[in-house]
């Protein structure tokens, strides 16, 4: 065993069992990694950084129910259930959350914080995965519809938001920019269109 997982006041032998299976982590390849391998890796990453043994909870004998099984499998759910995506994540989290506390965490909940994980699912996870958005590109309907109604004006991609954007408006076109930010339309990616 080695120093990340050392337990002390094992409940029973299926703890013994479920922290036995950290030290596979070292030879099994990551992407046949299970949660208890997730949760091993967790472990020595708190190792590393608070040279100290994550305690665990021991909320229950049986290991499948336990607070850390049930966490690991939470962030599963929220972000992937691909352990080498999951094990880049909890890296992330080491290296930006612990590394910037101000204390001691103390429970691997603070993997699942829900605006972590969207912040890292939205920004780093899928940040290749979002359009890319030109002069070319078509306004979403609701875009169109809000310069229609309010303007009485007929557009139908960026460049033509940028353009009138530059221009000098009249205050139905400003009524209509306040609408548009207001439905989440960010202005500042018309910059990079002219």
Same mark, same amino acid.
């Given at each position: 065993?080695?120093?990340?997982?050392?337990?002390?006041?094992?409940?029973?032998?299926?703890?013994?069992?479920?922290?036995?299976?950290?030290?596979?982590?070292?030879?099994?390849?990551?992407?046949?990694?299970?949660?208890?391998?997730?949760?091993?890796?967790?472990?020595?990453?708190?190792?590393?950084?608070?040279?100290?043994?994550?305690?665990?909870?021991?909320?229950?004998?049986?290991?499948?129910?336990?607070?850390?099984?049930?966490?690991?499998?939470?962030?599963?759910?929220?972000?992937?259930?691909?352990?080498?995506? $999951?094990? @880049?994540?909890?890296?992330? /989290?080491? #290296?930006?959350? !612990?590394?910037?506390? +101000?204390?001691? =965490?103390?429970? %691997?909940?603070?993997?699942?914080?829900?605006?972590?994980?969207?912040?890292?699912?939205?920004?780093?996870?899928?940040?290749?995965?979002?359009?890319?958005?030109?002069?070319?590109?078509?306004?979403?309907?609701?875009?169109?519809?809000?310069?229609?109604?309010?303007?009485?004006?007929?557009?139908?991609?960026?460049?033509?938001?940028?353009?009138?954007?530059?221009?000098?408006?009249? $205050?139905? @076109?400003?009524?209509?920019? /306040?609408? #548009?930010?207001? !439905?989440?339309?960010? +202005?500042?990616? =018309?910059?990079? %269109?002219?």
């Amino acid at each position: 065993m080695s120093d990340y997982d050392k337990f002390e006041n094992v409940p029973n032998d299926n703890y013994k069992k479920f922290f036995a299976k950290f030290k596979e982590i070292e030879t099994l390849p990551i992407k046949e990694w299970k949660p208890t391998h997730l949760i091993g890796y967790f472990c020595k990453k708190y190792f590393e950084y608070y040279k100290i043994p994550y305690q665990f909870k021991f909320n229950t004998p049986t290991t499948s129910k336990c607070f850390e099984v049930f966490q690991m499998k939470r962030l599963g759910s929220t972000l992937t259930t691909d352990p080498e995506l $999951l094990k @880049v994540y909890i890296d992330y /989290i080491f #290296l930006t959350k !612990v590394k910037n506390s +101000k204390r001691k =965490l103390t429970s %691997i909940s603070f993997l699942t914080t829900e605006t972590d994980v969207v912040d890292y699912k939205m920004n780093i996870l899928l940040a290749d995965q979002k359009p890319v958005i030109d002069r070319n590109t078509i306004l979403p309907d609701k875009y169109k519809l809000i310069f229609k109604e309010e303007a009485g004006l007929d557009l139908s991609t960026y460049a033509d938001l940028a353009f009138l954007s530059q221009s000098d408006m009249p $205050l139905e @076109v400003i009524g209509a920019f /306040i609408k #548009l930010e207001g !439905v989440g339309f960010n +202005k500042d990616i =018309l910059e990079k %269109i002219l």
